[in-house]
């Protein structure tokens, strides 16, 4: 059966593992805070469950999923979109995946971060400037359209996320954002312009907004894809380690 957050009791929440790779992501779902379904065999007694992120189209599985689960959820959603699973080398979640995705690739999960409190002092290059993110300066975000859709609106997103921009001639060539936070735990992203890269804007955003983020007593974590070495590169650099690899798998909407 499909319910909304506003249904999901504790039995559910039980249900998912937040130490899986990226499930903070399925917690917002859950909690009501991001945009996706919730499926689950039984309210009041679950056995197992999965949330999609509605933007993403990534499943998170909980509680005991068969094959016929995996299978039946996987068709089901790509008749709406994309569908995405993660999970760990050793999962048992790897044996009950369907054949043929169109992608089938590795991705680092980094949850531990010691401070290098060194690039808080870096100066910016001459013309650029720093900025805390506001709401004037998101709609010139990157991700505009996909970050609405997964907040459905600029008052939920603005109160959720915390952000850091570069200003270029008062445009937005840089910006690290976060999702939103559960469990005390907080996603750092960041995206810069192509003409505006190889000048270490990305390591001064992102350092800005961590410190922000730690301040406010959130722990921070990082995820990109494993041959994404600029971004593997970054997350050592602000001092991101204890990374672990994870499977990704996808298929595109039927």
């Not at 007694?45 to 509605?54: D, I, K």
């Not at 270490?200 to 406010?216: D, K």
């Not at 070495?229 to 970054?234: K, P």
Request: proline share 4%; aromatic share 10%; net charge negative.
């Amino acid at each position: 059966m499909e319910i909304s957050a506003k249904q999901v009791n504790v039995p559910v929440l039980g249900l998912f593992d937040i130490t899986k790779p990226t499930m903070p992501r399925a917690f917002n779902v859950l909690e009501g805070v991001t945009k996706g379904q919730i499926l689950v065999d039984d309210l009041a007694r679950p056995s197992w469950g999965v949330v999609r992120e509605a933007v993403y189209g990534t499943l998170y599985f909980g509680g005991v999923a068969n094959k016929l689960h995996v299978y039946s959820c996987v068709e089901h959603f790509r008749l709406v979109g994309e569908v995405g699973i993660g999970c760990w080398l050793d999962d048992e979640l790897n044996g009950l995946l369907p054949p043929n995705p169109g992608y089938d690739g590795r991705t680092l999960y980094f949850t531990e971060r010691i401070a290098n409190n060194d690039l808080l002092n870096i100066q910016l290059p001459s013309g650029y400037v720093l900025a805390m993110r506001d709401q004037s300066l998101f709609e010139q975000s990157f991700d505009y359209k996909s970050t609405l859709d997964s907040f459905g609106s600029i008052e939920s997103l603005m109160n959720q996320t915390l952000g850091s921009v570069i200003l270029h001639n008062d445009k937005v060539v840089c910006e690290a954002a976060t999702g939103a936070p559960t469990h005390g735990l907080i996603e750092v992203g960041v995206t810069t312009h192509e003409s505006h890269r190889q000048l270490g804007l990305a390591a001064i955003a992102c350092a800005s907004l961590i410190a922000r983020c730690e301040a406010q007593g959130y722990k921070t974590w990082w995820d990109c894809a494993k041959q994404n070495l600029s971004s593997t590169r970054l997350a050592r650099k602000l001092g991101y380690q204890n990374e672990r690899e994870y499977r990704y798998i996808w298929w595109q909407k039927q």
